[in-house]
C-alpha cells in the first residue's frame, strides 16, 4: 500500500461500529442527558483560567494604589499567573492520566479558592504574588482535564462538536474578564472580586464532588487499572477493589516529550500562530482602536473586546460540528478507513479568515478614520475570533484524536508551549507598533498567520509520513 494522504493512522485501521470490540462500548457509558451536564461543568471549570487572569488586568491600577506599588511591578503578577497556568496545566494533566480526571478537580478547586482569598486578604505585594500563583495554579487544569473529558466520553465522529462547545466557553472567558475585571474594579472592589473567584471554585468543588463522574476509559491510568470493574461494564453488578491511596511522583513536563512528534508540533504552530494575531489586535487595543479613534472611557475600550468573545462563542462549536463533518465525510470516501487528519481539513475553511482580519485591521486602522474606521475594525475583530476557533478547535480534537489516552498531557503541553511563544510576543506588540506602526506590526501578524495555514495543509497531506518519523504512542480513539 503506497503511502499517501489516504493512508490511515495504522494500517487498515477503521473506527469500530457499535457492535465492534468491547473498548468501544466505553463511550457509552453516560446517556446524552449526563454527557450533557458533564460539558456545563469541565466548561465553567475551564472558564475559570482565563477569568483569573483576564479579571486581573483592568484591576492593576486600583493595586497598586492600595498596595503603594507601581503599576509595571503589580503587572508582574500577570506573567506569574501565565507561568503558573502552563506548569499547573502539566502537572494536573499528567496526575490526571494517572489517577483519573475527577481526582483532579477535586484536589485543584481547594488550592483555586485558597489562593483566590490570599489574593483578596493580600496587603503586600510579595503576598500579592505569592497568592496569584496559588490561585492560577489551581485552576490550571481546567482546559486540559476538561478536554480529556470529553475525549472520554464521545466518539471520534462526535467529539469535535462537544470539543467546540466546550473551548467556546473557555474562550468566551477572554473576551468577558476585562469587562467584568473592569467594572468589578471601578463599580467594586478588586479584593472583592478575588473573593467571589474563591466562592466559584467552592460552588465548582461541591457540584462536582456530589455529581460529577470519573470519566476516564477502565483500562487507562495505573490506579485505575487496578480499580476497574471486574466485569464487562454492559454486565449487571461491578465490583471494584478498593485501594488506600498512595502518592505517586510524575514528573510533569514528560507531556512536553510528545511535542517530538511532527504532527504535534506543525499543529501546535499552527495554534500559536492564530493565537498570535489575536495577541496583536487584543493586546495593544487602547493604544490602536482606542487612540486612533478617540475611545479613552475603559468601559467602552472593554467593550471592543466584545466581538472577538462573540466571533469565538459562535464558531467554535460550528468549527468543531464541522470537523465531525469532515471525518465521517472522507471515512465513507474511504470505505470506513479513518485518517485523524481529515478533521483538519475544517481549518481550511474558515482558517483564512485569520490572516485576513489582522491584516486588513492593520490598513483600516491606519487609512480609515471615523465611524466607519471603527466599525470595519471591530467587524475584524469579528472575524479574527470566527478564524482562529476554525483553527484552534479542530486542532484541538484531533490531538485527542491521535492521542486520546494521553489527551489531557498533550492538551497540556500545547497550551504549556504556546504561552511560552506568546510571552514575547505579548512583550513586542507594543514597541513593534512604536516602531513600525499598526499597519506593518499586523503585516507581520499577517504572515506568521499564513505560515501557520500552510502548516495545516502540510500535515493533512503528509500526516501519515510525518507520524511514521517519530511515535510517541499514538491511539485512534
Known amino acids: 500500500m503506497s503511502i499517501s494522504e489516504d ?40 472558564l475559570l483560567p482565563t477569568l483569573v487572569t483576564g479579571t486581573f488586568v483592568p484591576s492593576i491600577p486600583q493595586i497598586a494604589h492600595d498596595l503603594d506599588s507601581q503599576g509595571a511591578v503589580v503587572s508582574l503578577a500577570v506573567s506569574l499567573s501565565v507561568f503558573a497556568n502552563a506548569v499547573g496545566g502539566l502537572v494536573w494533566a499528567a496526575y ?8 483532579m478537580y477535586l484536589w485543584g478547586m481547594p488550592i483555586l479558592c485558597i489562593g483566590s482569598f490570599g489574593v483578596a486578604a ?52 477572554v473576551a468577558l474578564s476585562p469587562i467584568i475585571g473592569g467594572t468589578a474594579a471601578h463599580y467594586w472592589s478588586w479584593r472583592n472580586l478575588h473573593f467571589s473567584l474563591g466562592v466559584w471554585g467552592i460552588i465548582e468543588m461541591v457540584l462536582i464532588y456530589l455529581s460529577f463522574p470519573e470519566t476516564s476509559h477502565p483500562q487507562s491510568g495505573e490506579i485505575r487499572k487496578l480499580a476497574a470493574p471486574s466485569n464487562h461494564p454492559q454486565s449487571g453488578e461491578t465490583r471494584k477493589l478498593a485501594l488506600p491511596f498512595n502518592f505517586v511522583f510524575i514528573n510533569p513536563f514528560n507531556s512536553l516529550w510528545l511535542l517530538r512528534s511532527p504532527n504535534i508540533m506543525a499543529v501546535t504552530l499552527a495554534n500559536a500562530s492564530a493565537m498570535v494575531t489575536d495577541y496583536v489586535l487584543l493586546v495593544p487595543i487602547a493604544y490602536t482602536i482606542g487612540a486612533r479613534y478617540h475611545i479613552s472611557n475603559e468601559a467602552l475600550i472593554g467593550a471592543c473586546f466584545l466581538p472577538s468573545g462573540l466571533g469565538n462563542f459562535i464558531a467554535s462549536p460550528i468549527a468543531g460540528r464541522l470537523s465531525d463533518t ?42 480609515i478614520a471615523g465611524p466607519l474606521g471603527l466599525a470595519l475594525n471591530l467587524l475584524c475583530l469579528f472575524m479574527n475570533g470566527i478564524g482562529v476557533d476554525f483553527v484552534l ?31 514575547p510576543v505579548t512583550a513586542a506588540v507594543l514597541p513593534s507598533i512604536e516602531m513600525l506602526g499598526v499597519a506593518g506590526t499586523n503585516g507581520i501578524a499577517t504572515v506568521i498567520a499564513l505560515v501557520g495555514y500552510g502548516l495545516i495543509v502540510l500535515t493533512i497531506r503528509y500526516g501519515d509520513r510525518m507520524r511514521a518519523w517519530v511515535d510517541v504512542g499514538y491511539t485512534p480513539l
Not at 37 to 46: D, K, L, N, Q, Y
Not at 96 to 103: I, K, M, T, V
Not at 345 to 359: D, F, N
Request: with cysteine.
Open 7 to 46: 493512508s490511515p493512522l495504522l494500517d487498515a485501521l477503521h473506527v469500530p461500529e457499535a457492535s465492534d470490540a468491547d473498548d468501544w462500548d466505553v463511550y457509552n457509558r453516560f446517556s446524552k442527558a449526563q454527557k450533557n451536564f458533564i460539558i456545563f461543568v469541565v466548561s465553567f471549570a475551564g
Open 393 to 423: 478547535t479542530p486542532i484541538g480534537s484531533y490531538n485527542v484524536d491521535v492521542l486520546q489516552s494521553r489527551s489531557a498531557e498533550v492538551i497540556a503541553a500545547v497550551t504549556a508551549f504556546r504561552a511560552i511563544i506568546l510571552a
Open 326 to 367: 469532515m471525518i465521517a465525510k472522507w471515512k465513507v470516501k474511504r470505505k470506513g478507513i479513518w485518517v485523524p487528519e481529515d478533521r483538519l481539513r475544517a481549518v481550511l475553511v474558515g482558517g483564512l479568515l485569520v490572516p485576513l482580519s489582522v491584516g486588513l485591521s492593520g490598513l483600516v486602522t491606519a487609512y
Open 122 to 173: 493580600s496587603m503586600s505585594l510579595r503576598s500579592l504574588l505569592f497568592w496569584r500563583f496559588v490561585q492560577a495554579f489551581g485552576c490550571a487544569g481546567g482546559v486540559s482535564v476538561g478536554a480529556a473529558v470529553i475525549g472520554d466520553i464521545y466518539r471520534a465522529e462526535q467529539r469535535g462538536t462537544a470539543l467546540g462547545i466546550f473551548f467556546g466557553a473557555s474562550l468566551l472567558g
Open 96 to 103: 490526571s492520566s494517572f489517577y483519573g480526571r475527577r481526582p
